[in-house]
């Protein structure tokens, strides 16, 4: 099949589905003009079906999605116009409808909707707050004294599923922890620390979800990882009392110098482990494993970090600055967004740094100090499609 000619030749195509027994054609092969596209091939299905009120399909061949004219793809995939194509259709992803709309007085800067309790979001007014999955607004969390550029939620391990520590990152440099307890429409409130060590803006913060420990990236070039369970306190402090002991110098003296020791260990000194490296704003932070971090960042690369020595473990350039980063779980999948207005997937098993997929789509790079906009990513999103499907049928 040649680049000319492929859109004017037939091809014979075999439809397979998932879908229920209703919603299936028979497998026998016909043949279909190599011109048609998404919209085409739904047409034709939906004929076949006999259906009254046509169903869109999205459309798979080995795994790849239809978004060319079916000769095109098969021009791509190498296939050869007298074989038989097998084509997987599936319901297709329609436009979102908002099911709720909470106004917010100032930007809002991140979100995190990982915990099933609530939902997190971060704001230009330094605050950060919870909301119900229905968008009713819980409770509003205080202690920066800058905006925040992300949040992450980090839920018990425990068999308590409605406690969870809600971690901030701030241009004040910090980041703050805050144990927090959802019961229905009820937020309590827990103990809260602050973490201290970051010479600039704090860009980033992640949750490692199976240990306590989380992540975090800044504006002065380093990662770092930190202990939930570390930092220090936030307590009003007695003064009062120091004032007016009669105590000697001497048991004075060494107070003074208990209390240094004390703050010491609370400000989590010698528990957060530095990652150095990277030569400009580490931007963004996820989690591979327990045993292995990723940070992007403006240098034009993405690097894997071993949690327990804090060495680079990996490191490959990236075709702009990374604003944003996704990872799978087993590692097997990376994404990120940058400054080139790309959201570039890529296997890091590859022995190259070439993107396997680039999705364009976005008009605009927009980058604020400390704000980012998130990708998280969906590698094989048909079950959930057609349980989506099924389900809107009874509704």
Known sequence: MSANDGNDVEIAVSFVTRLPEEFRVADAAIAVPGKLTRYGLSEVVNHLLGRETPVPFDFLVDGNLLRTSLAKLALRLGKSAEATMVVEYMPALGPPTPAEESPCQEWVSSVDGSWAKAVATG????????????????????????????????????????????????????????????????????????????????????????????????????????????????????????????????????????????????????????????????????????????TGSFDCTVRSWDVETGEEKEKHSTSSGVHCLAVAEDGNKMAWGGADRIVSVWDPRETTSKACLKLKSHEVCRSFTGASVNVSMTFDARESLMKTFLDSRHT
């Open 123 to 294: 704001s230009f007014d330094g605050k950060a707050r919870l909301w119900t999955p229905k968008g009713k607004l819980l409770c509003e969390l205080e202690g920066h004294e800058a905006h925040l550029c992300a949040v992450s939620l980090s839920p018990s391990t425990s068999s308590a599923e409605d406690t969870c520590v809600v971690l901030t990152a701030s241009a004040d440099c910090t980041v703050r922890s805050h144990a927090v307890t959802v019961d229905g429409k009820k937020c309590s409130f827990g103990e809260q620390r602050v973490f201290k060590g970051h010479e600039a803006t704090v860009t980033d913060v992640a949750a490692c979800y199976v240990a306590q420990i989380f992540a975090t990236t800044s504006v002065d070039r380093t990662a770092r990882l930190w202990k939930i369970g570390g930092g220090e306190i936030v307590e009003e402090k007695v003064t009062k009392k120091r004032k007016t002991s009669k105590k000697s110098s001497k048991e004075n003296e060494k107070d003074d110098e208990n209390d240094e020791d004390s703050t010491e260990k609370k400000t989590g000194l010698g528990e957060e482990l530095v990652l150095r490296g990277h030569t400009d704003r580490v931007q963004a932070v996820a989690w591979e494993s327990a045993q292995a971090v990723w």
